[in-house]
């Protein structure tokens, strides 16, 4: 009999334990910074590509000029993005992310590294401003 009960104790406690849990809503900073991170790789990789139709769909027109008057020529480069914090401030975004860039030029091969702050606005969020190191002004 006790072995019964501890038996049924135990399916219960099992059961209790696996049941169906809450789902948990997303909060709306925890979206922010997802859609803040998407938007900073889809500026990478538009300027990976020459493509500035891209650029100019993820940036304000200040952040647009920005990165093009910064821009220098390049033969092929590769660019890596790491996040490392997100501030939000009412309705602006700052994105700071550590990069690591190869460039290639006329033979010649170009490293830098750095840490920018990606200064986003409007919604849905684009790239207005870049603090600290542009990743975009090389190779210098």
């Known amino acids: 009999m006790k072995r ?3 038996l049924a104790l135990i399916l219960l ?3 209790v334990a696996c049941g169906k ?4 809503k997303v909060s ?3 979206r922010l910074t997802t859609e803040a991170f998407e938007v900073a790789d889809k500026i990478k ?9 891209a650029m100019e769909r993820y940036t304000t027109r200040d952040g647009y000029v920005s990165i093009s008057n910064a821009r220098k020529n390049f033969d092929s480069a590769e660019l890596t993005f790491t996040p490392m914090l997100v501030e939000i401030y009412g309705d602006t975004v700052h994105v700071y ?7 290639k030029k006329s ?10 702050d990606f200064v986003m ?3 849905p969020l684009k790239l207005d401003e870049i603090l600290r190191e542009n990743p975009f002004s090389r190779p210098e």
């Open 45 to 53: 990789d538009a300027y990976l590509k020459n493509d500035r139709t």
């Open 97 to 103: 992310i550590s990069w690591n860039g190869t460039w």
């Open 107 to 116: 033979g010649r091969t170009y490293e830098d590294r750095g840490l920018a």
């Open 121 to 123: 606005k409007e919604k």
């Open 28 to 30: 709306s900073d925890s």
């Open 21 to 24: 849990k809450e789902v948990k």
């Open 4 to 6: 019964l009960l501890a």
């Open 13 to 15: 406690v099992f059961a």
